[in-house]
Each structure stands twice: as structure tokens, then as C-alpha cells.
Nanobody, 126 residues
Framework: QVQLVESGGGLVQAGGSLRLSCAAS????????AGWFRQAPGKEREFVAA????????FYADSVKDRFTISRDNNKNTVYLQMNSLKPEDTAVYYC???????????????????WGRGTQVTVSS
């Protein structure tokens, strides 16, 4: 199965920036690392951002639009999330997820992703 490993999380002050990376390895099984979700303490996991296979389309939650940027390097099977102007409410564990390359729409639904990373902690202080 696809193995996903996130990195780049940490502690940052409000207004600061972090860049998350997610590298995929093992059998692709027709999947590619395509999305980011996050989960704060006591809250449900929520969609953050996603990108199409060719990178021509990107999708963002309203709460992070214009602050976060998702990108992908297909040669490295890696997806990135550049996070700028971070706010305390961005504090959460961020998870990378892989979806089938030919699955079409459905980027916002976690059920459409077949593989998940362990997560990386992002903490934004006020």
C-alpha cells in the first residue's frame, strides 16, 4: 500500500509561515498524494486543500484560502502545503492523504482518499 510521511510541522507565532511536505513511497496502487486535512483537539477532521493529478486545479477550504498554497512534484511523489499568515485557529494535526489519480471530482470528501499519513503537529501561538 501507499505509505505517506508528513514533515515540516512545528511551533510558529501568529503571522508566521510553515511549509509542510508529504512524501509517498511503496506501492502506489493508482494513488497519489493529493490532499491535506487537519484535526484540532476536540474537533472533527476537516478538509484543508487538495490538488489534481496534473496540478491544473487546486481546492481550498474557505478558512485558508489566500493564505495556504498547495503544490505537487509528481517526479518525487510529494505534495506540499505552504502556510502563510498563520493564525492560532490553524493549530491542529495536519494529515496528508492520497487519492486515485483517475477518481475525478470529490476532493473535499475524506472518504475519497484511500491512504493517510500519521500527521504532523502545527502549533500557532498568539
Amino acid at each position: 500500500q501507499v505509505q505517506l510521511v508528513e514533515s515540516g510541522g512545528g511551533l510558529v507565532q501568529a503571522g508566521g509561515s510553515l511549509r509542510l511536505s508529504c512524501a509517498a513511497s511503496g506501492r502506489t496502487g493508482g494513488h497519489y498524494p493529493a490532499g491535506w486535512f487537519r484535526q484540532a483537539p476536540g474537533k472533527e477532521r476537516e478538509f484543508v486543500a487538495a490538488i489534481s493529478w496534473r496540478g491544473g486545479s487546486t481546492f481550498y477550504a474557505d478558512s485558508v484560502k489566500d493564505r495556504f498554497t498547495i503544490s505537487r512534484d509528481n517526479n518525487k511523489n510529494t505534495v506540499y502545503l505552504q502556510m502563510n499568515s498563520l493564525k492560532p485557529e490553524d493549530t491542529a494535526v495536519y494529515y496528508c492523504a492520497a487519492r486515485p489519480w483517475n477518481s475525478g471530482s470529490g476532493y473535499y470528501d475524506g472518504a475519497m482518499y484511500g491512504y493517510w499519513g500519521r500527521g504532523t503537529q502545527v502549533t500557532v501561538s498568539s
